[in-house]
């Protein structure tokens, strides 16, 4: 059975950090691309970072770039997202997902194979 648990999820005040990791087992996590994606109430799924299987190559949705950087330790299993300077806007339940779609973004956590419960991020003052 293939699971993705992820956690590092808080409360915090603007401008703070967090690091989210995203556990995964019964899955060949190094032959996987992955994902970060996040939904917040009334608004659709939003890709937040991609990461090739080798960790060679990142990708960042705009809205992030800067300021939120993705990793991963293949021997691990586990896929991280730190996230830096944090903005209420970046409010939501976020889920690690594979595989990281280059292409295109799906609009439900379903488009992908495999995701995780969440874990989620405040940022409010």
């Known amino acids: 059975e293939v699971q993705l648990v992820e956690s590092g999820g808080d409360l915090v005040q603007p401008g703070g950090s967090l690091r989210l990791s995203c556990v995964t087992s019964g899955l060949t996590f190094s032959a996987y691309d992955m994902t970060w994606v996040r939904q917040s109430p009334g608004k659709g799924l939003e890709w937040v970072a991609g990461?090739?299987?080798?960790?060679?190559?990142?990708y960042y949705a705009d809205s992030v770039k800067g300021r939120f950087s993705i990793s991963r330790d293949n021997a691990k299993a586990t896929l991280y997202l730190q996230m830096n300077s944090l903005k209420p806007e970046d409010t939501a339940m976020y889920y690690c997902a594979a595989p990281f779609y280059k292409t295109f973004r799906p609009r439900t956590l379903e488009d992908y194979n495999y995701w995780g419960r969440g874990t989620q991020v405040t940022v409010s003052s």
């Open positions: 990461i090739d299987s080798d960790g060679g190559n990142t």
